[in-house]
Nanobody, 127 residues
Framework: EVHLVESGGGLVQAGRSLRLSCATS????????IAWFRQAPGKEREGVSCTSASDGTTYYADSVKGRFTVTSDNAKSTNYLQMNSVKPEDTAVYYCAAVGGPLVDGSSWHDYDYDYWGQGTQVTVSS
């Protein structure tokens, strides 16, 4: 059974850093594409990053490019979202998502393209 568990969220001041983790189990980690999404109150869920299983290239949303970085530890089957220079507008519930195989066209920002989801972790950035 596939499981994704996010952790690392919390309250952080603007300009500081935070690292989220997505611990996975139940599948061969490097055979799956992984994405991070977030949902702020009253807003639709939006893609933050996506990493295709085909070549491991990670794409970032314009809103986080240059500030957020995704890394993976295959030995731990864990994906990380390093959030630097956070802003109040980064406040949201952050979710990791996974789908088997490579992403069509190498990237996907659509939540319906992902089959498995974690429960989410709250990130709150104070100004």
């Amino acid at each position: 059974e596939v499981h994704l568990v996010e952790s690392g969220g919390g309250l952080v001041q603007a300009g500081r850093s935070l690292r989220l983790s997505c611990a996975t189990s139940g599948f061969i980690f490097d055979h799956y594409s992984i994405a991070w999404f977030r949902q702020a109150p009253g807003k639709e869920r939006e893609g933050v990053s996506c990493t295709s299983a085909s070549d491991g290239t990670t794409y970032y949303a314009d809103s986080v490019k240059g500030r957020f970085t995704v890394t993976s530890d295959n030995a731990k089957s864990t994906n990380y979202l390093q959030m630097n220079s956070v802003k109040p507008e980064d406040t949201a519930v952050y979710y990791c998502a996974a789908v088997g195989g490579p992403l069509v066209d190498g990237s996907s920002w659509h939540d319906y393209d992902y089959d498995y989801w974690g429960q989410g972790t709250q990130v709150t950035v104070s100004s």
